[in-house]
C-alpha cells in the first residue's frame, strides 16, 4: 500500500529554517521523482520542488535559493531543507511522487511563519 509519512512541521520565527522528512512505501522509490506539495487554505496544492531519482532537482519560483530537496533512496526518504521562511511559506507540506498518486497523500507537516 502506498503510503506517505510527513514529519517535522513546526511554528519558526520570519528567517528561520526548518527541515522536513519523508518517509514513503508501497512502491518502487527509486522509479518516481518525487516532490514536495504544500497547501494552504482556499488554495490548489502546488508543487515547490521536486527531485529525480538521480538527485536532479528543480524548484519552483517562489523558494528558489531558500529551499533545497534531497533523497535517500536506501532510506527511501525524501528531505526539504527551508531557511530564509516568511509569512508566504506557512501552509501544510506533503511529499508524493511526481506525478503525485491520486489519493495517496499523508497528514502532511504544519508550516507555520510567525513572530
Known amino acids: 500500500q502506498v503510503q506517505h509519512a510527513e514529519s517535522g512541521g513546526c511554528l519558526v520565527q520570519p528567517g528561520g529554517s526548518l527541515r522536513l522528512s519523508c518517509v514513503t512505501s508501497?512502491?518502487?522509490?527509486?522509479?518516481?521523482?518525487m516532490a514536495w506539495y504544500r497547501q494552504t487554505p482556499g488554495k490548489q496544492r502546488e508543487m515547490v520542488a521536486r527531485i529525480s531519482p538521480g538527485h536532479i532537482p528543480n524548484y519552483a519560483d517562489s523558494i528558489k535559493g531558500r529551499f533545497t530537496i534531497t533523497r535517500d533512496n536506501t532510506k527511501r526518504s525524501l528531505y526539504l531543507q527551508m531557511n530564509a521562511l516568511n509569512f508566504d511559506d506557512t501552509a501544510v507540506y506533503y511529499c508524493n511522487t511526481s506525478p503525485p498518486f491520486d489519493n495517496r497523500w499523508g497528514q502532511g507537516a504544519q508550516v507555520t511563519v510567525s513572530s
Open positions: 508501497g512502491y518502487t522509490f527509486t522509479g518516481w521523482d
